[in-house]
């Protein structure tokens, strides 16, 4: 079975920084894409940046410009969301999510991710 646990999430002001984690288990780690989504109030859910760990490349969304960075320890095999630089407009639900097919595609929608995490909370307000 496959499971993804979140962690890191909080009330922070603009201009703050947060890493939030996802620890898999019941899967192997480095094999298969994850991704980053998040979900504000009352909108669909939409692709932050993911990585099908097959060349090593990460692909982001246009919208973060930047400020976001996603990084792995296959050791503790959990993955992981650098957020620098947040904005109000950033405060949304962050979800991790893992597709168990392999593939050299870059998995953009939600739609491609058959497993999720249970999502954190993440709010920027001033």
């Known amino acids: 079975q496959v499971q993804l646990v979140e962690s890191g999430g909080g009330l922070v002001q603009p201009g703050d920084s947060l890493r939030l984690s996802c620890v898999v288990s019941?899967?192997?780690?480095?094999?298969?894409?994850m991704g980053w989504f998040r979900q504000a109030p009352g909108k669909e859910r939409e692709f932050v940046g993911g990585?099908?760990?097959?060349?090593?490349?990460?692909y982001y969304a246009e919208s973060i410009k930047g400020r976001f960075t996603i990084s792995r320890d296959s050791a503790k095999s959990t993955m992981y969301l650098q957020m620098d630089s947040l904005k109000p407009e950033d405060t949304a639900i962050y979800y991790c999510?893992?597709?168990?097919?392999?593939?050299?595609?870059?998995?953009?929608?939600?739609?491609?991710?058959?497993?999720w995490g249970q999502g954190t909370q993440v709010t920027v307000s001033s």
């Open positions: 999510a893992l597709e168990p097919t392999l593939t050299s595609r870059s998995l953009t929608s939600a739609s491609d991710y058959r497993y």
């Open positions: 019941g899967e192997t780690f480095t094999s298969v894409p």
């Open positions: 990585n099908n760990w097959s060349g090593g490349s990460v």
